[in-house]
């Protein structure tokens, strides 16, 4: 898919479908997205090496003191924080691996806890500019809108994130509630970690949440944190550091992507779109637009729905029901999201069979009761 969408990009510039112009806007708002993705996916494999995401699992699993139902809730905060604070692909790349593994270990079922970090990859993507590469995309259409810095942005997502987050669990915890009965013996013990690797990767993971908060560049504090990480790996671990922690094929994807909606765009897209889309403010007219999202998240996938339907949103609470249409909304296939695509790859690696006839049914649940409840949310604190 990552080439595909790279050669469509690259035949758009070649024949002209983007100009110079569209050349230059795609590389003014994909440049900074571009920069944090490769940062924050280098901290993220560099704490996975470290040991952090094992520990984070292996200390939810004593928290859980024996409870299936209790440690399964501790997951889902540890998916939360994960997506909050290091995005939706961190949680879908590097946390569902651990957790299907203390599955295993613990002798349960895993599908709950697979299911969990990629509904929780996506609906809990909103809080935060950082969150979702969606959300760093819409920062530059909200400053246009008045809405400018991290604080104004999550102002405005705080409540649909919190209603949106809390409705993907109560759905989840509904539709696995005989698999989460029970209890689980004690924890393995997990493996000896390099006390210096593992305490300076924690302490940057931690120190990232206030950074991003800031108002500083998300982009900033993720390349100070990788150059950290990267040179005290160049010390102690210095076979770690190679070319493949780099996520070249989702830059070329993204970029790819940023390309061909460009060409759409200049070429008549924003007039298909304008009347599913709507316009207008309050409930209805919000409820419209993000489902329109949500469907061409579903139906191609959420970075190019957004850029899509990003020229019709107009105001603030209207960018924020498009963002909550393509962070909330890509539950139901499998190629609604990059960060599901990858959750996918990484259940199959483990053994995990995931039956895409109930993933969809149950997504559509999830995904319409997650996106209502954020838009409502909206509207009753914008």
Same mark, same amino acid.
Request: charged share 10%; proline share 6%.
């Given at each position: 898919?990552?080439?595909?969408?790279?050669?469509?990009?690259?035949?758009?510039?070649?024949?002209?479908?983007?100009?110079?112009?569209?050349? *230059?806007?795609?590389?003014?708002?994909?440049?900074?997205?571009?920069?944090? #993705?490769?940062?924050?996916?280098?901290?993220?494999?560099?704490?996975?090496?470290?040991?952090?995401?094992?520990?984070?699992?292996? #200390?939810?699993?004593?928290?859980?003191?024996?409870?299936?139902?209790?440690?399964?809730?501790?997951?889902?905060?540890?998916?939360?924080?994960?997506?909050?604070?290091?995005?939706?692909?961190?949680?879908?790349?590097?946390?569902?691996?651990?957790?299907?593994?203390?599955?295993?270990?613990? %002798?349960?079922?895993?599908?709950?806890?697979?299911?969990?970090?990629?509904?929780?990859?996506?609906?809990?993507?909103?809080?935060?500019?950082?969150?979702?590469?969606?959300?760093?995309?819409?920062?530059?259409?909200?400053?246009?809108?008045?809405?400018?810095?991290?604080?104004?942005?999550?102002?405005?997502?705080?409540?649909?994130?919190?209603?949106?987050?809390?409705?993907?669990?109560?759905?989840?915890?509904?539709?696995?509630?005989?698999?989460?009965?029970?209890?689980?013996?004690?924890?393995?013990?997990?493996?000896?970690?390099?006390?210096?690797?593992?305490?300076?990767?924690?302490?940057?993971?931690?120190?990232?949440?206030?950074?991003?908060?800031?108002?500083?560049?998300?982009?900033?504090?993720?390349?100070?944190?990788?150059?950290?990480?990267?040179?005290?790996?160049?010390?102690?671990?210095?076979?770690?550091?190679?070319?493949?922690?780099?996520?070249?094929?989702?830059?070329?994807?993204?970029?790819?992507?940023?390309?061909?909606?460009?060409?759409?765009?200049?070429?008549?897209?924003?007039?298909?779109?304008?009347?599913?889309?709507?316009?207008?403010?309050?409930?209805?007219?919000?409820?419209?637009?993000?489902?329109?999202? *949500?469907?061409?998240?579903?139906?191609?996938?959420?970075?190019?729905?957004?850029?899509?339907?990003?020229?019709?949103?107009?105001?603030?609470?209207?960018?924020?029901?498009?963002?909550?249409?393509?962070?909330?909304?890509?539950?139901?296939?499998?190629?609604?999201?990059?960060?599901?695509?990858?959750?996918?790859? %990484?259940? %199959?690696?483990?053994?995990?069979?995931?039956?895409?006839?109930?993933?969809?049914?149950?997504?559509?649940?999830? *995904?319409?009761?997650?996106?209502?409840?954020?838009?409502?949310?909206?509207?009753?604190?914008?």
């Amino acid at each position: 898919m990552w080439w595909l969408c790279g050669l469509a990009g690259a035949v758009a510039v070649a024949t002209g479908l983007v100009g110079p112009a569209g050349l *230059a806007e795609v590389a003014h708002r994909a440049g900074p997205v571009l920069a944090f #993705l490769l940062a924050v996916t280098v901290v993220a494999e560099l704490a996975d090496a470290a040991g952090v995401f094992d520990a984070a699992a292996r #200390l939810a699993a004593r928290g859980g003191r024996g409870r299936t139902r209790r440690l399964w809730l501790l997951v889902v905060l540890l998916g939360v924080l994960s997506t909050v604070v290091l995005s939706l692909d961190t949680t879908a790349v590097l946390l569902t691996p651990v957790v299907l593994a203390l599955a295993a270990q613990l %002798r349960l079922d895993p599908l709950p806890f697979a299911m969990t970090t990629v509904w929780l990859a996506n609906t809990a993507s909103l809080l935060l500019p950082v969150s979702n590469l969606t959300n760093l995309i819409a920062l530059d259409e909200l400053e246009r809108l008045g809405v400018s810095g991290t604080a104004a942005f999550t102002a405005l997502t705080w409540a649909p994130f919190l209603a949106g987050t809390l409705t993907a669990v109560l759905v989840l915890g509904l539709a696995h509630r005989g698999s989460l009965r029970g209890g689980y013996g004690a924890p393995p013990p997990g493996s000896a970690r390099d006390p210096v690797l593992f305490g300076t990767a924690a302490l940057v993971c931690c120190l990232l949440a206030p950074a991003f908060v800031s108002g500083v560049e998300p982009a900033v504090p993720a390349a100070v944190a990788a150059l950290v990480l990267v040179a005290v790996f160049a010390r102690r671990r210095r076979a770690v550091l190679r070319l493949s922690l780099l996520p070249w094929r989702t830059v070329v994807l993204v970029a790819g992507l940023f390309l061909v909606v460009e060409a759409a765009r200049a070429h008549g897209l924003d007039g298909l779109l304008r009347a599913p889309a709507g316009t207008g403010e309050g409930l209805g007219a919000h409820l419209r637009l993000a489902a329109t999202a *949500a469907v061409g998240a579903n139906a191609l996938d959420n970075l190019p729905a957004y850029l899509a339907v990003e020229p019709l949103a107009g105001s603030a609470p209207r960018l924020v029901a498009v963002l909550a249409g393509v962070n909330l909304g890509p539950l139901v296939t499998p190629w609604a999201s990059l960060a599901t695509l990858l959750w996918l790859e %990484r259940c %199959r690696a483990r053994g995990v069979r995931i039956a895409l006839p109930r993933f969809a049914a149950l997504g559509a649940v999830g *995904a319409t009761a997650c996106t209502a409840a954020a838009v409502l949310a909206l509207q009753l604190t914008a």
